[in-house]
């Protein structure tokens, strides 16, 4: 349970940055701040690969690729954000990463 709150706090952490980016130094700044490539028309979507990058070097934070996938639909259901789970082009089944939408 630990783990999917310090995803939730981190996620809110960054939805907060995204929401201040009215610019692009602004988007630059935020994205260098956290480490992170943020996308999106609004500035508002980033990756689970993208998430755990940053929960490492930004954060301090070491969480497998594995457990972030299981946490993530939970916590951003939980926080009202949407998700698109990317498939490998090999196993269209296996799902490697998320996008997030922050806002």
């Known amino acids: 349970m630990a ?17 201040t980016i ?3 130094e602004s988007w630059i700044e935020v994205m260098k701040k ?3 490539i943020i996308v999106g028309e ?3 979507k ?3 690969i993208e998430l755990e990058h940053s929960l490492k070097s930004t954060f301090n934070y ?8 299981e946490l ?5 259901q939980a926080l009202g954000m949407k998700t698109k ?19």
């Open 85 to 103: 789970p990317l498939e490998l082009l090999n196993d269209p089944i296996k799902i490697d990463a998320y996008t997030i939408d922050l806002f």
């Open 34 to 36: 956290y480490d992170m």
């Open 46 to 48: 980033v990756s689970t």
């Open 3 to 19: 783990k999917r709150q310090k995803l939730i706090e981190v996620l809110i952490e960054l939805r907060q940055s995204a929401l």
């Open 42 to 44: 609004k500035f508002n």
């Open 62 to 69: 070491e969480m497998a690729n594995d457990e972030i996938l």
């Open 72 to 76: 993530i639909p939970q916590a951003c």
């Open 22 to 24: 009215d610019s692009k």
